[in-house]
Structures are given as C-alpha cells and as structure tokens.
C-alpha cells in the first residue's frame, strides 16, 4: 500500500472547511441548482424551528451561498428531490438516499415504539383513522385533526393526534409532502413517492458501508471517533468496517500532524487531499453559522479539530448561560474565533446584535472587525432586515 499522505493540522482544518463549501465565499450568485448540490454536498441538513434569526436549515445554506431565495428549498421538497426523516436528528436528505433510510423506517413499524407517555398500540384507532383520513382527503397539516383538547405530556406536550401522524411519519407509511409556514404536511408514501418498491431497501450492511462513505466524503477528512454521531450509527464494529473500507482502497488513510491514529478521505476528494497536503487551500471566508450547523454539530470533533468548545444554551435555564440564548459561531478565514448573539426583528426590519464574545487570542480589529462587520451586514440584508443595531456598541474602544 501507498505511504499516507502526511496533513499539517490546519491543513486537516481546511480540507473539512473546503469539504462542507465554508473555505471560501461564493463566486457567483446562488441559485437553486446550487441548493441542492449544497444538501448533497454535506449530506443532511438539520430541521430546527428556532426562529431568533432565519430557521436553521435557511441559515446553514446562507452561509455556505450567501444571498439566496430561502423558498428554493420549499421548492426541493415539494418537487420530490428531498425528503424528512431522522438521520442525527430531524433533516432534510437527498431523495436519492431513500434507500438507505427506508430500512429505519420499515424497521420502526415492526417495532413496538411505545413510552411512558404514548403508545400507538392504546391508540390503534386513532392511528388507523388519521391514516384513513388523509387517504381519503388527500395532504393535510397538523391542525386539521385538533378532534379533542387533551394532550399527552411528553417534551413537547403533544396532543394525541400529533404523535400519531409523526408515528406514521416515523414508520414511513406516511411522508412530509411539503411545508406551509415551516408545518409539516402530511401524505401517503406512496403519493409522495410513487413508483417506490421496498425490494429497493439497502441491507443493513449496506446501510453502515454507505452511510460511513458518505460521512467522511461530507466531512473531507474523519477519524474514526467522529464517524458515528454524523448520521447516529452504532459505534460497535465502526472501526473494523472502516479499516476493512479502507483496505478496498474505498478510503484513503491520511496522517494527522498530533493524532494517534490515521484519519481518513473519501477517494472522490483525492484531488482535494492533494492540495490540503501542498498548503494550497486558502480560508478565506468570515461568516455567521447556525448553532445546528453541520461543521460544529459534533462537539468533540470541534474540539479536537478547532480547539472551540460550544454548547447550544438556548436548551440551558438562564441562569446557566453564558453567551445567551442563541449564540452564532463565528467563523473567520479557517478558525472559529467566537460567538455572536442576534435576533431579528422582523416585523422592524431590524437586526440586532446581543452580544459577541471572541475567543482569547482574538480582538474585533483589523480584518476580523471588517470581514465580521461585512458578514454582519450580509446576513441582516438576506434576512429583509438591513438596518443593524447593537454592533457599533461591540466595537467602541
């Protein structure tokens, strides 16, 4: 075998950053073409309905497009080229990554799900006659089945019909056909996705082989610790299946200036690879990312990766935050250097900055204080709210 490639470790830094499109801005107006290859590109976009500034899944996009028409990926998941369903979390996934998922579901439907708190067997006729109902009616949303005033308990104090129709969504009987106001709407599996035949299903080892292919190609570069959180594979057998991978030639080891161990490379970013290795690969991109964002999803990756310690404390009680509600990571020309605090007022067209916080070592001057101010003004216009207050407070002396 070839010796490994040998990566400094920002080099390791900019071949994740080139992988997930954040090592540097657009050149060129975004369009909707350039959404999809986005999602495609990093393989699951996370749904959060957070709506401080722009709903996660429109802000993770914005920042790897910049300015582009938030309704495009409304449009994706009308047309069919995406659908919802559980990968780490709630995400939008190629349609063309059916197949790999569809097992889960299946899965879940022969499975007996129930709680503490709700259990679909206790609520067969139910369950049945929401299915019945919209196979009668057609799509319908959440608030066409508000039959009675109970609810169950649980975290998000649903009411019975609500967790029979994410039931349903959970066993694949039933599909996120669109979105309306970011609320789901409902339909049969096969309308959404007619012509579908389960013999199509990948086999479970399939599954994990894919799954991992497509984690290291959507990261650039991985070790084997960060493989499972990105699509929540099982950790048992993850490092035979990847040395195994890699002794097909179906990854690429690479040596980590600090790291015990080998890190690896999907064989598509061989070129990639090859100028991370050269020192060819320029940060040059400042921009706000989501909190849910792809690059800082995976906390110890983050830490071992960019030394930066994040949490999401609009999850924590006040009085145990630190940065406020919903901090943005801020990513400047290769590294994480802090936090920034933001709500949009949309109704003011106003963008209003809370907080910022830098990490030690850096001060808002020179080109971070410009290429943060630039980013700033980029992210309220997008927002249709171009009128920034609270950032010259941030930078008087």
């Given at each position: ?20 499109g954040l ?32 709903r ?82 057609g799509?319908?949303?959440f ?44 339909d ?74 080998p ?58 935050r ?76």
């Amino acid at each position: 075998m070839p010796m490994p490639v040998h990566l400094t470790l920002p080099a390791a830094r900019n071949m994740m950053l080139a992988a997930q499109g954040l090592l540097q801005p657009p050149q060129q107006a975004a369009s909707k073409a350039d959404v999809l290859s986005t999602i495609r590109r990093i393989g699951i976009l996370q749904i959060d309905t957070i709506s401080v500034v722009a709903r996660s899944p429109y802000l993770v996009l914005w920042s790897r497009l910049g300015d582009y028409k938030s309704a495009w990926l409304d449009e994706l998941l009308a047309e069919g080229a995406l659908f919802e369903y559980w990968a780490h979390a709630a995400c939008f996934i190629p349609i063309e990554d059916f197949a790999l998922f569809r097992g889960r579901m299946l899965r879940t439907r022969r499975a007996d799900y129930s709680n503490h708190y709700w259990s679909p067997l206790e609520h067969a006729d139910l369950v049945q006659r929401i299915l019945e109902r919209i196979r009668a009616e057609g799509p319908l949303r959440f608030f066409r089945f508000r039959e009675r005033p109970q609810t169950c308990g649980g975290w998000w104090n649903w009411k019975d019909e609500k967790l029979a129709l994410e039931h349903l969504f959970n066993t694949g009987e039933l599909m996120i056909a669109r979105r309306e106001k970011f609320q789901r709407v409902y339909d049969l599996q096969e309308r959404v996705l007619p012509g579908w035949d389960d013999r199509r299903t990948c086999s479970e080892e399939e599954v994990r082989r894919g799954l991992v292919l497509k984690t290291v190609r959507a990261q650039g570069i991985s070790r084997i610790a960060w493989l499972a959180h990105y699509y929540y594979l099982a950790k048992t057998g993850l490092a035979g299946l990847v040395k195994e991978l890699a002794s097909e030639g179906a990854l690429l080891e690479v040596d980590v200036e600090g790291w015990p161990e080998p890190a690896y490379v999907h064989p598509d970013q061989e070129d990639l690879l090859d100028q991370a290795a050269a020192g060819a690969l320029e940060p040059t991109l400042t921009s706000l990312l989501s909190p849910f964002d792809p690059l800082v999803g995976d906390r110890t990756r983050l830490r071992q990766l960019f030394g930066f310690d994040f949490t999401i404390e609009c999850y924590l009680p006040q009085a145990k935050r630190r940065y406020g509600y919903y901090a943005l990571p801020i990513l400047h020309r290769g590294e994480l250097v802090g936090r920034l605090a933001a709500k949009a007022h949309r109704a003011k067209g106003v963008f209003e900055v809370k907080g910022l916080w830098l990490e030690p070592g850096f001060e808002l001057k020179g080109a971070l204080a410009e290429d943060l101010r630039t980013a700033l003004q980029c992210c309220a216009a997008w927002h249709a709210t171009p009128e920034v207050v609270g950032w010259s407070e941030m930078t008087v002396p």
